[in-house]
């Protein structure tokens, strides 16, 4: 599996970007999988974001996110995508995409387990300005 993330830019505070991440999954089905975002701030430790259930039904979000960012998915064209708005400058990071490891990870453990990963993107560079 290859996940190839984008959308990453400068904004200033209080402004919105979209994060889109393409899945390359060599036959295997994009729609049995949990995907998530996480980032990784200069300095600090990758943290989770927000995790989508297989279906786009069931989502989680980091407390620090929780009612800015949205994620959502289009199993027909294989893309996971993050919705950011109300930006602030501690919301800069390089943000990566995610896939669960197997078809039955949840996105419970996807949040507290970097173990229930099993591909990670390339990640994106977010910037956000004061």
């Known amino acids: 599996v290859q996940l190839q993330a984008s959308g990453g830019g400068v904004v200033e505070a209080g402004g919105s970007l979209r994060l889109s991440c393409l899945a390359s999954m060599s036959g295997r089905p994009f729609s049995s999988y949990v995907m998530g975002w996480f980032r990784q701030a200069p300095a600090k430790e990758r943290e989770f974001v927000a995790a989508?259930?297989?279906?786009?039904?069931?989502?989680i979000y980091s407390d620090a996110v929780k009612g800015r960012f949205t994620i959502f998915r289009d199993n027909a064209g294989r893309t996971l995508s993050l919705q950011m708005n109300a930006l602030k400058p501690e919301d800069t990071a390089l943000y990566y995409c995610?896939?669960?490891?197997?078809?039955?990870?949840?996105?419970?453990?996807?949040?507290?387990?970097?173990?229930?990963?099993?591909?990670w993107g390339q990640g994106t560079l977010v910037t956000v300005s004061s």
């Open positions: 995610a896939i669960g490891r197997t078809q039955a990870t949840s996105i419970q453990s996807m949040s507290g387990n970097p173990e229930a990963v099993g591909s």
């Open positions: 989508i259930n297989d279906s786009g039904v069931r989502k």
